[in-house]
Each structure stands twice: as C-alpha cells, then as structure tokens.
C-alpha cells in the first residue's frame, strides 16, 4: 500500500520561505512524475508543481513567478518543495502525490497522504 507523508508545513511570514518534503512508503518512487499540489477550503487539489521521473523535467503553476522549486531524490524516495518569497495567497494545505502528466495534472495516482499546512498571514 502507498502510503504518502508531506512535512515542512507552517505558519511564515509574508516574504519568508519553507521547504516541503514528501516522504513515500510502499513503492518507489523513481518511475513516477511527482507533482505537488494544494488545496484551500472547499477547492479541489491544484497542481502547483511537477517533476518527471528522472529529474530532468519540471513544470510549475502560473501564480509560481519563479518563487518555487521542485526536486526529488530518488535514492531516499523523497520529492521536495522549494517555496520562497511567500505570500498569503500561498496558504493552504500542500500534498504530494505521482502523475500521469507533468504539466497541470489534475488528479494524483494514489490515496493523498494528510498533507502539510503552509500558513502565510496577509
């Protein structure tokens, strides 16, 4: 069973920075594109972020602007966010799960884990 654990998630300041973790369990993530999405109140999970398997490749959301960054280690079966200059329109609650598409994908291919809590007061 897959099993998906995102930490790193907490309350910053409007210009800080966080970086996200998402560990998984129960398969290896190395033949998967990993995308980071997010979910607010009452909204579906929205893709923020996507890496291909190998690393080469990465797509990020429009409201990025080049603030964040995506990577992934393989070996540790780990994928990570990079999120800098926040702002509060950032807050919400941020999973991790694999794709089939790495631009925009919609859906994840697995159970979400129970996702990290990225706070940013306006």
């Known amino acids: 069973q897959v099993q998906l654990a995102e930490s790193g998630g907490e309350l910053v300041q409007t210009g800080g920075s966080l970086g996200l973790s998402c560990a998984a369990s129960g398969v290896s993530l190395g033949i998967y594109t990993m995308t980071w999405f997010r979910r607010t109140s009452g909204k579906d999970h929205e893709a923020v972020a996507s890496?291909?398997?190998?690393?080469?490749?990465?797509w990020f959301g429009h409201f990025v602007k080049g603030r964040f960054s995506i990577s992934r280690d393989n070996v540790k079966n780990t994928a990570y966010l990079r999120m800098n200059n926040l702002k509060p329109v950032a807050t919400a609650v941020y999973y991790c799960?694999?794709?089939?598409?790495?631009?925009?994908?919609?859906?994840?291919?697995?159970?979400w884990g129970q996702g990290t809590q990225v706070t940013v007061p306006s």
């Open positions: 890496i291909s398997a190998d690393g080469a490749n990465t």
């Open positions: 799960n694999a794709a089939m598409d790495i631009v925009a994908p919609t859906s994840g291919l697995w159970a």
